[in-house]
């Protein structure tokens, strides 16, 4: 079972920043916050992951709480080639973590010109 | 030059017949991943591989059969197909299990329709 909630679609206007928010309140010390991607008929593509503190790449951002209980990703300027389905999932960092990422619903996002 | 790979596509078959997809992945990585997305959208783990050896089974039947002739290839085959086993599914690769921080880059899918 996904351990993460997420809300089930959003929209966001070309252009401005898409806050995607994710609850994960039974996230252990140990665990790392993933966001990952699905557009329309493709496979899923990594975006960015972070354990507890702020984390930026070229794709994105990522805020994590201090108590690590939700955090949120940021397209800071969403385009409509970012319209896709967005999964948070949290993974254990330990070396006995067999690689499987367990994916939930996630969050529908279309961006609209 | 696409990292991971997969054919045919598409696939269109009957019940009970028996299929297999191919994945090759030119990353070098040592683990390679069979996911089933179905038609609620919810993907899911099947297999994962380490250098050519089964480390995740997750209770998928054993008319599933994933083979592993090197640790860039990993085959799924499929025996006495049923019409439940219609979804797309993708393989993925990753440097290793071990690895703490260990993304996972995936093939495009192969969508297999069983009538």
């Known amino acids: 079972d996904a351990k993460t909630t997420q809300p089930t679609s959003m929209d966001c206007a070309e252009g401005r920043a898409a806050n995607l928010p994710c609850n994960h309140s039974t996230i252990s010390g140990n665990e790392y916050v993933y966001w990952y991607r699905q557009i329309h008929s493709q496979g899923p593509q990594y975006i960015i992951h972070g354990l507890k503190n702020n984390e930026t790449n070229e794709m994105a951002s990522l805020i994590i709480t201090e108590d690590r209980k939700s955090s949120t990703l940021i397209l800071p300027h969403a385009t409509l080639r970012d319209t896709a389905v967005y999964y948070c999932i949290v993974r254990p960092s330990h070396s006995g973590n067999t690689g499987k990422l367990i994916f939930g619903q996630g969050t529908t996002l279309q961006v609209k010109p | 030059d696409t990292a991971v790979s997969q054919t045919p596509k598409y696939l269109v078959t009957q019940m009970g017949n028996d299929k297999s997809i191919k994945c090759e992945q030119n990353l070098g990585h040592d683990t390679m991943y069979w996911y089933k997305q179905d038609s609620k959208k919810f993907l899911k783990i099947m297999f994962s591989?380490?250098?050519?050896?089964?480390?995740i089974n997750e209770t998928v039947p054993n008319r599933f059969s994933p083979k592993s002739p090197d640790k860039a290839h990993l085959n799924l085959h499929i025996n006495s197909l049923e019409l439940g086993d219609s979804a797309v599914y993708f393989c993925?690769?990753?440097?290793?299990?071990?690895?703490?921080?260990?993304?996972?880059?995936f093939g495009p899918g192969t969508r297999l329709t069983v009538l």
């Open positions: 591989y380490n250098n050519k050896e089964l480390i």
């Open positions: 993925a690769s990753s440097q290793g299990s071990s690895l703490i921080m260990d993304t996972q880059y």
